[in-house]
């Protein structure tokens, strides 16, 4: 039986700011598994129920993770496409994925109810010109609407039972980047009423503040959704919108330490006995960092892996420059790589780290859209869900297998590039690299090779 946890589903309620006390108790939760409401200063939580989250926060089934590259993402997400029934309420950052696209289309001009929320770079696209030309209702939100997630036939009017729709979620844009080239995690819920009220009231807040394409389809707003108790939190809660003469917005209303992701992410840090994984594109976070160095000196192990654009050695001595934490927290006694694949990073070509995890205890996964940094709080809508299940053995196995790509092929590439007098190879296959081993195959280069 899986230990009960709250720690997100009560931070998903805070609506001031917690006293140190506080986070130490989400802390005593996250490797205890006792309800933390009472131990929360009074005032900090909303007047609304609290019921633990027991071990079928995720459903009686749970969910079964699919990782990219392969694993047939773009598939399923078709799969689910094709069994659209009435509506398709879609928030995703970057959509380009040609099948997927022509798919979603096909829906709204087979008279599905079809909305989409993208991220404001798509206000004046040709991409969503077509969109609405299908009968696509698009609306985008600024400043950043980094979501990746749809919810398929999905609560509209009264009545509609959210425990019948489908959520599909995670790291993923609807690219094919994200479906056969990046790292990314993709999540497939059904039958998680609890999840799928709570992502349909993020939807309907975007929804209701954001701004409208110039096309001609207009579909009716949902019923009003009330956010659910459930294992995800939404960086909307550190905003609030406003008005302006251009149209909605979103602005900051906390510092970023006290926003709701980060204090959960650091929560979880700061419970792990024994051993902590993480795989994400970024690590820009002064308090993730001073909460695994916390780590490190209880003799928790700590593994991470980076996409190759974080890595800016040689680190700086001052620990609060962000763009070098990553080396400090190696030199701190973190086991830190970096997934690399070519000699200069160029998106047409790149293999990138793209998931967004942290696994604590090998038991409890944190994912989903929020990439480790200051702005990803503060200024993009994001999610970062909990799961607690057998799904997280998934992660574990993805996250040993991910953290040694490459491991012993250095020596033959170093040879290869000595080969072409350090004018090659500009790509090649994944490894995963150390910041010693990432200096000594940036030395083997030429300055301007690959360039």
Same mark, same amino acid.
């Given at each position: 039986?899986?230990?009960?946890?709250?720690?997100?589903?009560?931070?998903?309620?805070?609506?001031?700011?917690?006293?140190?006390?506080? @986070?130490?108790?989400?802390?005593?939760?996250?490797?205890? #598994?006792? =309800?933390?409401?009472?131990?929360?200063?009074?005032?900090?939580?909303?007047?609304?129920?609290? &019921?633990?989250?027991?071990?079928?926060?995720?459903? *009686?089934?749970?969910?079964?993770?699919?990782?990219?590259? #392969?694993?047939?993402?773009?598939?399923?997400?078709?799969?689910?496409?094709?069994?659209?029934?009435?509506?398709?309420?879609?928030?995703?950052?970057?959509?380009?994925?040609?099948?997927?696209?022509?798919?979603?289309?096909?829906?709204?001009?087979?008279?599905?109810?079809?909305?989409?929320?993208?991220?404001?770079?798509?206000? =004046?696209?040709?991409?969503?010109?077509?969109?609405?030309?299908? #009968?696509?209702?698009?609306?985008?939100?600024?400043?950043?609407?980094?979501?990746?997630?749809?919810?398929?036939?999905?609560? +509209?009017?009264?009545?509609?039972?959210?425990?019948?729709?489908?959520? @599909?979620?995670?790291?993923?844009?609807?690219?094919?980047?994200?479906?056969?080239?990046?790292?990314?995690?993709?999540?497939?819920?059904? !039958?998680?009423?609890?999840?799928?009220?709570?992502?349909?009231?993020?939807?309907?807040?975007?929804?209701?503040?954001?701004?409208?394409?110039?096309?001609?389809?207009?579909?009716?707003?949902?019923?009003?959704?009330? &956010?659910?108790?459930?294992?995800?939190?939404?960086?909307?809660? =550190?905003?609030?919108?406003?008005?302006?003469? !251009?149209?909605?917005?979103?602005?900051?209303?906390?510092?970023?330490?006290?926003?709701?992701?980060?204090?959960?992410?650091?929560?979880?840090?700061?419970?792990? !006995?024994?051993?902590? $994984?993480?795989?994400?594109?970024?690590?820009?976070?002064?308090?993730?960092?001073?909460?695994?160095?916390?780590?490190?000196?209880?003799?928790?192990?700590?593994?991470?892996?980076?996409?190759?654009?974080?890595?800016?050695?040689?680190?700086?001595?001052?620990?609060?420059?962000?763009?070098?934490?990553?080396?400090?927290?190696?030199?701190? #006694?973190?086991?830190?790589?970096?997934?690399?694949?070519?000699?200069?990073?160029?998106?047409?070509?790149?293999?990138?780290?793209?998931?967004?995890?942290?696994?604590?205890?090998?038991?409890?996964?944190?994912?989903?859209?929020?990439?480790?940094?200051?702005?990803?709080?503060?200024?993009?809508?994001?999610?970062?869900?909990?799961?607690? !299940?057998?799904?997280?053995?998934?992660?574990?196995?993805?996250?040993?297998?991910?953290?040694?790509?490459?491991?012993?092929?250095?020596?033959?590439?170093?040879?290869?590039?000595?080969? +072409?007098?350090? $004018?090659? *190879?500009?790509?090649?296959?994944?490894?995963?690299?150390?910041?010693?081993?990432?200096?000594?195959?940036?030395?083997?280069?030429?300055?301007?090779?690959?360039?």
């Amino acid at each position: 039986m899986r230990t009960p946890l709250a720690v997100l589903a009560s931070l998903a309620l805070l609506s001031g700011p917690v006293r140190a006390a506080s @986070l130490e108790a989400l802390s005593r939760e996250a490797a205890s #598994g006792f =309800n933390i409401a009472a131990e929360l200063p009074v005032g900090a939580l909303r007047p609304l129920p609290q &019921p633990p989250i027991a071990g079928a926060a995720v459903g *009686p089934r749970g969910v079964q993770p699919r990782f990219s590259p #392969g694993a047939g993402v773009d598939a399923q997400i078709l799969k689910r496409l094709d069994g659209v029934r009435r509506s398709a309420d879609i928030a995703m950052y970057s959509f380009s994925h040609a099948s997927l696209v022509a798919r979603v289309k096909a829906l709204a001009k087979e008279g599905r109810k079809v909305r989409l929320v993208l991220n404001d770079a798509n206000k =004046n696209s040709e991409a969503a010109k077509a969109f609405e030309d299908a #009968g696509v209702d698009v609306r985008y939100v600024t400043p950043v609407m980094h979501h990746k997630f749809a919810i398929l036939d999905g609560p +509209q009017v009264p009545g509609d039972d959210p425990s019948k729709a489908v959520l @599909l979620t995670g790291s993923g844009n609807w690219s094919a980047s994200s479906a056969r080239a990046f790292d990314e995690d993709f999540l497939d819920f059904e !039958g998680e009423a609890a999840l799928v009220r709570a992502f349909q009231a993020e939807f309907n807040l975007l929804w209701s503040r954001s701004r409208d394409f110039p096309g001609k389809v207009r579909h009716q707003d949902t019923a009003a959704m009330e &956010p659910a108790d459930a294992p995800v939190l939404f960086t909307s809660a =550190n905003m609030e919108a406003r008005e302006t003469s !251009g149209g909605w917005t979103f602005s900051p209303k906390v510092a970023a330490e006290d926003g709701v992701a980060g204090r959960s992410i650091v929560a979880a840090m700061d419970g792990a !006995g024994k051993r902590i $994984r993480i795989a994400s594109a970024h690590f820009r976070r002064k308090d993730f960092y001073a909460a695994l160095v916390r780590a490190l000196e209880r003799g928790v192990r700590v593994d991470m892996l980076l996409d190759q654009q974080e890595y800016n050695g040689p680190a700086a001595k001052n620990p609060a420059d962000p763009e070098h934490l990553d080396e400090l927290l190696g030199r701190a #006694g973190a086991d830190v790589r970096y997934k690399t694949y070519s000699r200069v990073w160029k998106h047409q070509t790149a293999k990138q780290m793209h998931a967004k995890y942290l696994i604590a205890d090998d038991r409890l996964v944190l994912t989903g859209s929020f990439n480790w940094s200051d702005n990803a709080e503060l200024r993009t809508m994001d999610n970062l869900l909990r799961l607690s !299940g057998p799904e997280a053995a998934s992660y574990v196995e993805h996250h040993s297998r991910i953290f040694d790509y490459g491991r012993g092929t250095l020596d033959e590439l170093l040879g290869a590039v000595k080969g +072409q007098k350090g $004018r090659g *190879p500009c790509d090649f296959q994944p490894m995963s690299l150390s910041a010693d081993e990432m200096r000594r195959l940036r030395a083997s280069y030429s300055w301007d090779a690959c360039r």
